[in-house]
């Protein structure tokens, strides 16, 4: 019998999700569908409602319901509890399971197709919103020695707060040393407004990979990488990889990644 998934969003047409599942599914002979569903915007809980009772197995969620998706699962994972956003739900039964994969999808492109293993090495995380929390605590687990920043320093230092057993460092831009990092993640959603956040240029180096949440465009982070002679990374990795952690979590199955993100980046 035929399995159906879906991501749900607002807007949701551009979501590249649909196209990524198919592939995987293909890949690997499961039998499932996969389709873009926009829910409205004061419906979340009714979209998974009809989803649940018309016999759908699990979804994604983007934006804007991560925070929605959350409060409806009636059990977590420890990645989704420090996120604080759930990203995957998998119907079963009576139960709601959330799950947020996006910090292990980050930490797959990273470790795995870009091959620099974060075991003590030195990771600035810029920004203190939705897109930093979730990828926390799998950097953390991989063993990086991690630094928080934000344009409003007391937010980046409530994240630290929230990891009271981690040696994390976290505060504002300016208080940053002139050391460069070995790797510089942007998290922040500066990229969309052209905007560059107030990082040190001595952050970077030739030596640093700098990774930015952000694809399809050129941010004014990337291009500064660009200057700094540092190894340059986009987020189309790890759109693929938290897909393919959730095809996992679904289907018990890893899919191979790398087929796949040459074939996005192609198109
Ligand atoms: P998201 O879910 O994408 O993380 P968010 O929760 O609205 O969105 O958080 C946006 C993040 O980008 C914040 O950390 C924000 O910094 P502030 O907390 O100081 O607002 C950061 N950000 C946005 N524009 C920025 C800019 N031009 N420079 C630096 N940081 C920026």
Request: aromatic share 6%; with cysteine.
């Given at each position: 019998?035929?399995?159906?998934?879906?991501?749900?969003?607002?807007?949701?047409?551009?979501?590249?999700?649909?196209?990524?599942?198919?592939?995987?599914?293909?890949?690997?002979?499961?039998?499932?569908?996969?389709?873009?569903?926009?829910?409205?915007?004061?419906?979340?809980?009714?979209?998974?409602?009809?989803?649940?009772?018309?016999?759908?197995?699990?979804?994604?969620?983007?934006?804007?319901?991560?925070?929605?998706?959350?409060?409806?699962?009636?059990?977590?994972?420890?990645?989704?509890?420090?996120?604080?956003?759930?990203?995957?739900?998998?119907?079963?039964?009576?139960?709601?399971?959330?799950?947020?994969?996006?910090?292990?999808?980050?930490?797959?492109?990273?470790?795995?197709?870009?091959?620099?293993?974060?075991?003590?090495?030195?990771?600035?995380?810029?920004?203190?919103?939705?897109?930093?929390?979730?990828?926390?605590?799998?950097?953390?687990?991989?063993?990086?020695?991690?630094?928080?920043?934000?344009?409003?320093?007391?937010?980046?230092?409530?994240?630290?707060?929230?990891?009271?057993?981690?040696?994390?460092?976290?505060?504002?831009?300016?208080?940053?040393?002139?050391?460069?990092?070995?790797?510089?993640?942007n998290?922040?959603?500066?990229?969309?407004?052209?905007?560059?956040?107030?990082?040190?240029?001595?952050?970077?180096?030739?030596?640093?990979?700098?990774y930015d949440m952000m694809?399809?465009?050129?941010t004014?982070f990337i291009?500064?990488?660009?200057?700094?002679?540092?190894?340059?990374?986009d987020g189309?990795?790890?759109?693929?990889?938290?897909?393919?952690?959730?095809?996992?979590?679904?289907?018990?199955?890893?899919?191979?990644?790398?087929?796949?993100?040459?074939?996005?980046?192609?198109?």
């Open positions: 019998m035929t399995d159906h998934y879906a991501v749900i969003g607002h807007p949701v047409a551009h979501s590249k999700s649909p196209l990524i599942h198919a592939l995987f599914a293909a890949q690997t002979g499961q039998d499932m569908t996969y389709e873009a569903i926009e829910a409205p915007l004061g419906d979340f809980t009714g979209t998974v409602a009809r989803l649940r009772s018309a016999g759908f197995r699990g979804c994604n969620v983007t934006v804007p319901f991560k925070f929605e998706a959350f409060k409806l699962a009636t059990r977590r994972s420890a990645r989704a509890e420090s996120a604080q956003a759930v990203n995957t739900l998998n119907f079963s039964g009576e139960v709601i399971e959330g799950d947020n994969t996006d910090g292990a999808g980050l930490v797959r492109d990273i470790e795995n197709n870009l091959g620099i293993m974060l075991q003590g090495r030195r990771v600035l995380l810029m920004g203190a919103g939705g897109a930093a929390y979730g990828v926390v605590l799998p950097l953390l687990q991989a063993g990086a020695n991690l630094t928080v920043v934000n344009r409003t320093p007391e937010k980046a230092i409530a994240l630290a707060e929230t990891f009271p057993d981690a040696a994390i460092q976290a505060g504002g831009y300016a208080a940053l040393d002139a050391s460069p990092f070995d790797v510089v993640i998290a922040t959603s500066s990229g969309l407004t052209d905007e560059l956040p107030p990082l040190p240029e001595t952050a970077l180096s030739s030596a640093t990979l700098a694809y399809g465009r050129e004014p291009a500064l990488a660009r200057t700094r002679g540092a190894r340059i990374a189309l990795g790890m759109l693929v990889e938290q897909a393919a952690e959730a095809f996992f979590v679904w289907r018990g199955v890893r899919p191979d990644t790398q087929t796949v993100l040459s074939q996005l980046r192609k198109t």
